[in-house]
């Protein structure tokens, strides 16, 4: 049995009945991460030893007849934003470098309870600042399927590892698409669910607001299977939901028949590749032929959802990475050098001297100057700007109403449809460096995405074909709030009648 | 209602306004289960909550909302039923996060008032209350200068504490009512049991802004530029860093005569020792804290039955208690105020004694000239206070049946107090017994006999000549009664007629 070929659904039942054991099943995918993450990148930390000690410890009490959680033996990699308390977290930046947290994440502690067992923990863009992973402070993540190209982000080292049968599972967070996105472009299914319904707490905060923590794997049943155990109320977040979880696995099964998918004309403007607006509109046929209906419908305010993002995410990070300040954790310059200093070099305009007010200012500036990449501080200078006296009414104030309007697009939409179907980008995954330089285009791969988080709802993306120099294609689902099940319904119906989902990446196999 | 204070020699009037920041006396912070308990070694009351640690989020703890609430009510403050957190953003040590979580806009309470009247009836003054808000304590810094090393440490166990922010409105005329009102206000948070207001331990602390109306010969009124002061450690300190900077206002408006609007508030600190307000640096009074609603709590609605059973909840405050008091028991309005303004227990103790003397007036004057005279002079609260009311009583009721004397009975009080042994233990150690009719008459007979001079006086109709045989009485036998050795020596002489 090869485990690598295996889903989540399978690898939990094989172990269960003891067709394999948990330490089996973690050393394949450990030997594969040994094998291939060299030219992936795709983990900054791999836990070897403490993923055999919990698979093995899962095995012992197997043996001894003892219960097991859920997903004992299954090996989830975790994106490196959510905190673990025995490996680093550092959000890929050198600001928190080393930092060790002391405590697990809620998400983290609920894979733990069900005896899943963490393997390592995944690259990103920085603070999930991004949308290819190359704002990472530890290297760019290679997609699976051509090593020159990004895998998207700023979950990408998750969405590699998973298309690269790395780990079948692995934890992503979506802000503004960084789960559906990656996933998308590395050919694996994702889902963003209802802001609210898998907690927030020890998720190091980019906007916090908009973020939310999701499953990514092969197929919607192993998300299903994931979602399972990290959703639900967490009294530790105030913003958690506290509706039921349901049994996303038990809910699979029903047809699609009388669903109604809306599409956003939209969707369909310039810019939009035609290899991926074909895949698009096979998908939709699918969807047809499994009895669901397609209707053309309006999200009015969504062509302000990028700049109502661009506001309202940089201005909640802009405060939420305040407490980076080398003060407490994480990294801190090296004692002043005096109230007079130069500027970092290489960075900002070199060589200018700078005045600083005091040792203390002098160690918070340059400890940040050092320690947050270019993107970050792009966004903090934007979200300070934007809350600033004078300006906050110009655009923070008008961001949110802005978002208020998307919300009602969204709620007005599901009153006609029951899913918004669509791109989840406008191109395939495009080459390491080919947007770097252009913050602006960097911005718009989120084009489709971060309106279904400034709305709070929730969103599935999964692969729908593949180009002719065989990349993969991206799809995404819309619903309404909490409905999760719907949208794996049709995902996992999807992927019943087509096999996109089941391709490999042949290059790194 | 309101009077002002009497007229002074000023030639201007003293505008006020005071910001309060009191701690809540909850068990735990306002977003996390860490203790609130002052005096824990430095940084062991910390959580990754209130350290601030990345994905650390906070959770509102009712409890002090609903103290919050009860500060509010009984400021006389209209309860909002929407209210939201905000956060405010600034960089500094001992603000682990980077920002405090507060209320800026729409905070849970506004609009109210708090009024101080002073006993001697010398000022009422009416202060009308702008807001009440609630938000998170920072930390400590602590500069530790010694050894020449400069280290700054922080402590952050007072990181989330529960504070209530408390913005008078700019009511109050003169650096004393200032005093009198914070005083008043203290009592009244301390008799809700919402704060225990210790300065020292910094869970009060008072900014005052000041400026003054400076009347011209033409009519007009001159402002003079509102002044913030900080770094005051006292209501003392408060009426002395506002005389002082009243006067150098006015100085500074002769030699400038520099105007409101014209100048941006400035900031300055008290110097205590110096008994000086100087300028702080510009840059540490101007800020932009980029206010907007913390996205990690939900908004906080509150309801009519909240409100009612936070009323329900609240007991007596002061100013109905002076008046109950006073009432019930019989004593001046003066004589109520100094009992309740000692706070709760001691009102309570008051009360014990009162009810088993059956008197309020004698129990009062105890209160007052004894036990408060005592506490105040060991520093210690009623509840330390090693006399209990059921023992107080006792000894002012033989008092008051006469088996000794006022003076006779203070010394008792003394000695209970040093031996810590009963009144009854005390007055048998003594040898005080009280003294028989019989046994009396037979002491004053004999004086008469050796007094024939007074005995003539009286006769003369000198009757105060009597005054003159009590000394010998208490030399003959110390626990006579003085009022009643005079007026038997009267009647007995007159019996001689």
């Known amino acids: ?509 | 209602m309101t009077k002002p204070a009497a007229p002074t020699s000023e030639p201007y009037t003293t505008v006020i306004g005071l910001e309060v920041h009191v701690q809540l006396q909850t068990k735990t912070k306002l977003f996390c289960g860490c203790s609130t308990a002052f005096g824990a070694p430095p940084n062991t009351q910390v959580c990754p909550v209130c350290l601030g640690l990345p994905g650390s989020l906070p959770v509102m703890n009712r409890e002090a909302f609903a103290l919050a609430i009860k500060a509010a009510l009984a400021l006389n403050c209209r309860i909002a039923s929407f209210t939201k957190w905000d956060r405010k953003n600034y960089f500094y040590p001992d603000l682990p996060k980077g920002y405090q979580i507060s209320q800026f806009d729409l905070p849970f309470s506004s609009d109210g008032w708090l009024e101080v009247v002073d006993p001697k009836g010398a000022f009422s003054r009416k202060v009308g209350i702008i807001r009440v808000h609630l938000e998170e304590d920072a930390g400590k810094s602590m500069h530790d200068e010694a050894a020449g090393t400069a280290d700054t440490r922080i402590d952050l166990n007072r990181a989330g504490t529960p504070l209530c922010e408390i913005v008078s409105q700019p009511d109050l005329r003169s650096p004393q009512e200032a005093r009198a009102w914070l005083n008043e206000l203290k009592l009244l948070l301390v008799y809700l049991g919402v704060s225990d207001c210790n300065m020292q331990e910094g869970s009060l602390r008072v900014d005052a802004n000041v400026n003054l109306h400076i009347p011209r010969p033409d009519g007009s009124v001159a402002k003079t530029p509102i002044v913030e002061i900080k770094n005051m450690n006292s209501f003392r300190s408060v009426e002395r860093a506002l005389t002082y900077e009243a006067a150098r206002q006015y100085d500074e408006w002769q030699a400038t005569g520099a105007e409101l609007g014209k100048t941006p508030k400035q900031t300055r600190g008290w110097d205590d020792p110096a008994g000086v307000t100087r300028a702080q640096r510009h840059k540490e009074e101007s800020s932009d804290y980029r206010y907007f609603p913390d996205p990690d709590l939900v908004p906080v609605t509150v309801s009519e039955q909240q409100i009612a059973a936070v009323k329900a909840s609240m007991g007596e405050p002061p100013t109905v208690l002076r008046t109950s008091l006073a009432g019930t028991w019989k004593i001046s309005a003066y004589d109520a105020d100094v009992l309740v303004n000692q706070g709760r227990e001691l009102v309570a103790y008051f009360e014990d004694v009162a009810t088993r003397v059956g008197e309020g007036k004698v129990a009062s004057n105890w209160l007052q000239q004894d036990v408060l005279r005592t506490l105040n002079e060991r520093g210690e609260t009623i509840d330390a206070f090693p006399i209990r009311p059921e023992a107080l009583a006792d000894l002012i009721g033989r008092v008051q049946k006469g088996d000794f004397d006022t003076s006779r009975g203070r010394e008792i009080f003394a000695e209970v107090l040093a031996s810590g042994r009963t009144v009854d233990d005390v007055v048998a150690s003594l040898g005080i017994a009280a003294v028989g009719d019989d046994e009396l008459i037979a002491l004053c007979r004999e004086l008469l006999a050796a007094n024939p001079k007074i005995v003539a006086d009286v006769q003369g109709g000198k009757e105060q000549a009597a005054a003159g045989l009590i000394g010998q009485a208490k030399k003959k036998n110390p626990n006579v009664n003085p009022a009643k050795v005079r007026q038997t020596c009267v009647d007995l002489i007159k019996a001689m007629d």
């Open chain 1, 1 to 509: 049995m090869q485990p690598a070929e295996l889903s989540a659904v399978e690898i939990v039942a094989a172990i269960r009945q003891g067709d394999m054991t948990a330490v089996q099943c973690t050393e394949a995918f450990l030997d594969r991460m040994a094998r291939l993450d060299g030219s992936i990148n795709a983990f900054l930390k791999i836990d070897r030893e403490g993923a055999l000690a919990t698979a093995a410890a899962i095995d012992a009490r197997r043996k001894a007849g003892k219960p097991l959680g859920p997903l004992a033996g299954l090996p989830v990699a975790v994106k490196d934003a959510l905190c673990t308390r025995d490996l680093p977290t550092t959000c890929a930046s050198k600001m928190l470098a080393g930092f060790r947290p002391p405590y697990d994440a809620d998400t983290v502690a609920r894979l733990r309870a069900a005896d899943a067992v963490i393997v390592g923990k995944t690259n990103m863009d920085e603070f999930a600042m991004g949308g290819s992973n190359e704002n990472s402070a530890f290297g760019p993540v290679k997609n699976p399927w051509d090593l020159a190209r990004a895998p998207g982000g700023s979950s990408g080292g998750s969405a590699a590892c998973v298309a690269a049968d790395m780990a079948p599972v692995a934890i992503g967070s979506d802000t503004g698409g960084s789960i559906r996105q990656p996933a998308g472009l590395c050919g694996i299914t994702g889902l963003k669910p209802t802001y609210g319904r898998v907690s927030r707490r020890g998720l190091v905060a980019f906007a916090s607001s908009l973020d939310q923590i999701g499953p990514m794997a092969r197929s919607a049943a192993d998300c299903a299977l994931v979602l399972e155990t990290i959703a639900g109320h967490d009294p530790l977040d105030s913003t958690s939901l506290t509706a039921d979880v349901p049994r996303y696995t038990d809910l699979l099964e029903q047809p699609l028949t009388g669903l109604k998918i809306g599409r956003v004309p939209e969707h369909y403007a310039e810019g939009l590749d035609p290899e991926v607006r074909k895949g698009v509109d096979e998908a939709f046929a699918v969807f047809e032929a499994a009895g669901a209906t397609i209707h053309d419908i309006e999200l009015p305010h969504a062509k302000y959802g990028v700049p109502t993002y661009y506001l309202i995410a940089p201005c909640e990070a802009s405060s939420n990475l305040a407490r980076y300040d080398g003060a407490h954790y994480g990294h801190r310059a090296e004692p002043g050098r005096g109230h007079r200093a130069e500027s970092a070099k290489g960075d900002q305009a070199g060589g200018e001297s700078q005045q600083f007010d005091s040792p203390l200012v002098e160690m918070y500036c340059r400890s940040r100057g050092e320690g947050f990449g270019q993107e970050v501080k792009r966004r903090i200078m934007l979200g300070t700007y934007a809350l600033s006296a004078g300006y906050y009414d110009a655009y923070y104030a008008k961001a949110l109403k802005v978002r208020r309007l998307i919300r009602q697009d969204y709620l007005d939409a599901f009153e006609k449809v029951d899913l918004i179907g669509g791109p989840v980008s406008a191109t395939p995954a495009f080459k390491l460096g080919e947007k770097t330089g252009d913050p602006l285009a960097m911005y718009l791969v989120d084009l489709y995405t971060v309106a279904t988080n400034l709305a709070g709802v929730g969103g599935i993306s999964f692969p729908c074909g593949f180009t002719k120099g065989g990349l993969p294609v991206g799809f995404q689902l819309q619903g309404p709030a909490l409905a999760e099940p719907l949208l794996l319904r049709a995902t996992d119906r999807f992927q019943r009648l087509t096999d996109w989902h089941l391709r490999r990446p042949k290059q790194i196999a």
